[in-house]
């Protein structure tokens, strides 16, 4: 079963504005990830929050963590063109193997 | 610089045919996996390993077998292969994994296979 879910599937942003993604998941976690595709390549890890940790800040990236609901967000502030790509939260499972939501895909428009 | 490093980039075969993909690794990691990437499904594991001789079934595994003989290689083999298996095909490797690993993934470029 699907353990990271993000919302929305997509979004489409002016240059500069913030960029908001979210991610739903289902059981109890340890830490949750996330990942950037751009179109073509493979996935590159972004930013790693703890089970422990509220908020985590790197560069542009502020990700955020509410266990209690079970969801994450990531906001990418002062958008550019570059930004433009699909954005994948992760979980480990409790068997160890990494559940990748389905991705929120990111057009920023110059 | 180490790296993951997958071939062919892209490919293209006939139904029945037997194909192999490559993956390599050049960070020394024991934990090997293989997604396949298509509209609407995200990423979907299809096997993974955890070391040398070490070899697990994913969630869509059928049709597929991976063998590991070394730390650095885990080849991805379509013994039969099918219009359905056409998708983009990534490798990843980890350092280790577990409940509570924080180890990221690392992702090769993936391979464009199509089925015809």
């Known amino acids: 079963s699907q353990q990271g879910e993000e919302d929305p599937q997509a979004l489409s942003i002016q240059e500069g504005e913030n960029a908001t993604m979210n991610c739903s998941y289902k059981?109890?976690?340890?830490?949750l990830q996330w990942y950037r595709q751009n179109s073509g390549r493979g996935l590159v890890h972004l930013i790693l929050?703890?089970?422990?940790?509220r908020e985590k800040h790197s560069g542009r990236l502020r990700v955020t963590l509410d266990t209690s609901k079970k969801s994450s967000s990531l906001l990418i502030t002062a958008s550019r063109a570059a930004d433009t790509a699909s954005y994948f939260c992760?979980?480990?499972?409790?068997?160890?193997?990494?559940?990748f939501g389905q991705g929120t895909t990111l057009q920023v428009k110059p | 610089d180490a790296e993951i490093t997958q071939s062919p980039r892209h490919k293209i075969t006939e139904t029945g045919r037997q194909v192999t993909l490559a993956c390599h690794q050049t960070?020394?990691?024991?934990?090997m996996f293989w997604y396949r990437q298509d509209l609407g499904h995200g990423l979907r594991l299809i096997h993974y390993?955890?070391?040398?001789?070490?070899?697990n079934k994913g969630e869509v595994s059928d049709g597929y077998s991976v063998s590991r003989s070394n730390t650095e290689d885990l080849p991805l083999t379509l013994e039969s292969a099918a219009s359905s298996q056409t998708s983009v095909y990534f490798c990843?490797?980890?350092?280790?994994?577990?409940?509570?690993?924080?180890?990221?993934?690392?992702f090769g470029p993936g391979t464009r296979l199509t089925v015809l």
């Open positions: 990843a490797s980890s350092r280790t994994t577990g409940e509570f690993s924080t180890d990221t993934q690392y």
């Open positions: 059981t109890s976690i340890n830490n």
């Open positions: 929050i703890r089970s422990n940790e």
């Open positions: 992760a979980t480990p499972s409790n068997t160890g193997k990494l559940i």
């Open positions: 960070w020394n990691h024991n934990n």
């Open positions: 390993s955890y070391g040398v001789h070490d070899t």
